[in-house]
């Protein structure tokens, strides 16, 4: 899978833009802060996923005093050739087309481009609450397999559903309150229990290609660890019943796989306490390279590569380390610096204030 050519009109800083990368190795992007190096990089994840690796809003998207932003594609999937249009105007849905034919679901668009993509705030899988490690699992799901979007979207249905008649409860079981959570407990224990037998299916399969990494990245005899944690023992609807009680009196949820967690650990123990920075950023890289890996045999063609500013914090060995390691296909790197010893460019641009040079 390769990005050809895409275009901008009115996306973030951008005005026009019309880029085209090597269409394989790595296209360095250089430029200072706030240039619009990671610009460029979001603009082709939105492509993927319609929405920001940042997690913005779609208001924060269109440059400022305009009405919409504009971003196109050409992309090749084997022998496929793909064209992906998206117009974003802020309070109105998204219009997108794939090869001139509108789309009625995001959904439908899942899987046209798919991306992996490294920043920075990757650090978060590590040193951040259980929301963050439950994104990557559920991301990468959907990566494998798009059929897990329409139940990952199952789930947060019936979790919006139940919140909404816990709070309307105001902490009293009425009978017909009781005989609706009934419908949404036996809705939330079927859904939410084939989302997590997919989670740690994937945990385990990824756990291996987390540990080759780990070791490629860090150098050193520290072992990695994944391990799914459940909110719940036994099975949901028995959980979800014996919580009814304390569910309605804090009117929400409290059991499901909204609440379950992914324990990262290195020699032993929890790598969010006890890690060092460099051993919590080498294994949220890890945890990256191995999702990659998996969707890669999976579909048996990489994603591009977005790699944004990955090396600001990392030292040189570990710089050289994941240059030396990183997958083959197309890959676009942004920096602010130079780029490290060991990589050779196929393509260099510069950003200077949302222009191309």
């Known amino acids: 899978m390769a990005l050809r050519r895409l275009w901008l009109r009115d996306f973030r800083n951008y005005v026009q833009a019309d880029f085209t990368p090597a269409p394989t190795g790595l296209t360095v992007i250089r430029g200072g802060n706030a240039e619009g190096k990671t610009n460029l990089l979001e603009a082709v994840g939105y492509l993927a996923t319609l929405s920001s690796f940042r997690h913005a809003p779609t208001d924060a998207l269109v440059r400022r005093g305009c009405q919409e932003a504009v971003v196109r594609a050409e992309a090749v999937a084997g022998e496929r050739d793909i064209l992906i249009e998206a117009e974003i105007s802020p309070g109105r849905r998204d219009r997108v087309l794939v090869n001139r034919q509108r789309l009625q679901r995001t959904r439908d668009l899942l899987g046209a481009l798919r991306v992996s993509v490294f920043s920075p705030d990757d650090l978060s899988l590590v040193q951040g609450g259980p929301a963050e490690r439950r994104r990557y699992l559920d991301e990468g799901l959907v990566s494998l397999h798009p059929r897990h979007d329409s139940l990952q979207s199952e789930v ?53 290609a987390v540990t080759k990494a ?99 914090e990392l030292d040189a060995d570990r710089s050289e380390a994941l240059l030396a390691h990183l997958p083959l296909g197309q890959a676009l790197l942004s920096t602010a610096g130079s780029v490290p010893a060991g990589a050779v460019p196929a393509l260099s641009v510069r950003v200077v204030d949302g222009c191309l040079l």
Not at 173 to 181: K, N, R, S
Not at 222 to 233: D, F, K, N, T, V
């Open 214 to 312: 780990y070791d490629q990245l860090a150098a050193s005899a520290g072992a990695p660890a994944l391990a799914y944690r459940c909110s719940w023992e036994g099975s949901l609807a028995d959980a979800l019943a014996v919580h009814r009680v304390e569910d309605l009196r804090r009117a929400m949820t409290t059991v499901g796989p909204h609440r379950d967690d992914v324990v990262l650990g290195v020699d032993g123990l929890a790598a969010r306490t006890y890690a060092s920075r460099g051993e919590q950023r080498c294994l949220a890289l890890a945890l990256r390279l191995a999702l990659h890996a998996a969707v890669t045999e999976t579909i048996g063609t990489a994603p591009v590569l977005l790699l944004d500013d990955v090396f600001s």
């Open 156 to 208: 947060d249905r019936v979790l919006r559903q139940r919140g909404a008649l816990l709070k309307q409860a105001a902490g009293r079981l009425a009978p017909e309150i009781a005989a609706t959570l009934d419908v949404w407990d036996a809705k939330l224990a079927r859904a939410g229990e084939q989302l997590v037998a997919a989670r740690r299916q994937l945990v385990a399969d990824l756990e291996p």
